[in-house]
């Protein structure tokens, strides 16, 4: 376990408000770990000034559990190992968030595991659980944060998540080890219910960070109303739109975090639905996600920084028509892409 004062640093590391990707996972043809271009990914999102990855979690491949597999905990490995050596004389924090699924006893397991590789904390996905009452989800959650501080993750139902309620959020916020809630219902209604529980409990030492793959923009825009003159804002994202042109959204948390309430809102709408119509291709909303991590890997594979679009599941494939939409997205909205800074550095990070 970290001690109090670098727990308390990355504390407010992440209260501050970080770019945080969801680490993809680089596969030969073969289908079997690439490590020198997943050393390469590692190292593009440490130079693309993002404050931590997020390894283990949907876009790394829940499959790397499998053991047939076997990558989970050498992928969590490298990763660290990675940043250790890109890093080394950095003092600057940069959070290390394992993702952590399963019933307790092997959510529990797998945060040990990451705490003994030196994660800061765990994304806690609950889609494991479909049965368990709000009630036992909790503890759930409190045992994991016996072992590693906790990142709450709301799910869309649509790729695995569940509805829960605002008591589970306001119960959630009482947990003292919980330091953040990634919130990615990609519903307004529910995202709201989070934001209001965690405010109506008092936790403002607990950061909010969007998932919302479809809302990004909006979200880090929005001053939500949480009772009389006072607001709550989300201040990061950790999100798999930002494992691409991490550099270009790095850029975009500056630049809101700079603007405040004073800009133009027009210019931010612009904006908030060129990255959602980008998003909605890269994501491959029109079949239900079905391409989300393909769509991810086809834009790094078009940087160089993966050879293939190759996931564990050999049926798990970019989907019809997805490709060429994305083609329409990058000839309609060049602004939201980094290829300059990557052409630029990605041969040092593949040496």
Request: charged residues 20%; negative net charge; aromatic residues 8%.
């Amino acid at each position: 376990m970290a001690s109090s004062e670098s727990e308390r640093v990355l504390r407010a590391h992440f209260g501050a408000g970080q770019v945080i990707p969801a680490h993809p996972l680089a596969l030969t043809e073969h289908r079997t770990l690439d490590e020198r271009h997943q050393r390469a990914l590692t190292r593009y999102y440490v130079d693309a000034g993002a404050g931590g990855i997020a390894v283990g979690v949907h876009t790394t491949q829940f499959a790397i559990r499998n053991p047939r597999h076997g990558l989970y905990s050498p992928v969590l490995e490298l990763a660290a190992e990675t940043v250790r050596d890109w890093r080394a004389g950095d003092v600057e924090p940069f959070g290390l968030v394992a993702g952590v699924i399963g019933g307790t006893k092997q959510a529990m397991a797998e945060a040990e595991l990451a705490a003994s590789l030196g994660y800061d904390v765990a994304l806690l996905g609950l889609g494991s659980l479909p049965n368990a009452s709000e009630a036992e989800l909790i503890q759930h959650c409190r045992s994991v944060s016996d072992v590693l501080p906790v990142f709450g993750f709301y799910l869309q139902p649509t790729v695995g998540g569940r509805v829960l309620s605002y008591e589970f959020w306001r119960r959630f916020a009482e947990i003292d080890r919980a330091w953040a809630i990634k919130i990615a219902p990609f519903n307004r209604y529910q995202t709201l219910d989070v934001v209001r529980a965690v405010a109506d409990a008092g936790r403002s030492d607990l950061a909010l960070y969007t998932g919302n793959d479809d809302s990004i923009i909006t979200d880090l825009l929005t001053p939500f109303p949480v009772g009389g003159s006072r607001t709550r804002r989300i201040v990061g994202g950790l999100l798999g739109q930002w494992a691409v042109w991490t550099n270009a959204a790095v850029g975009l948390l500056e630049r809101i975090r700079a603007a405040g309430d004073a800009s133009p809102a027009s210019s931010w709408l612009r904006e908030a639905a060129a990255l959602t119509d980008a998003n909605g291709a890269i994501f491959d909303a029109g079949h239900s996600f079905a391409g989300c991590i393909p769509g991810i890997h086809e834009v790094l594979r078009r940087q160089g920084l993966l050879r293939g679009v190759w996931c564990l599941d050999p049926d798990e494939a970019l989907s019809p028509g997805q490709r060429e939409d994305m083609d329409r997205v990058y000839e309609q909205y060049p602004e939201l892409r980094d290829d300059a800074f990557v052409a630029g550095n990605l041969h040092r990070w593949l040496s």
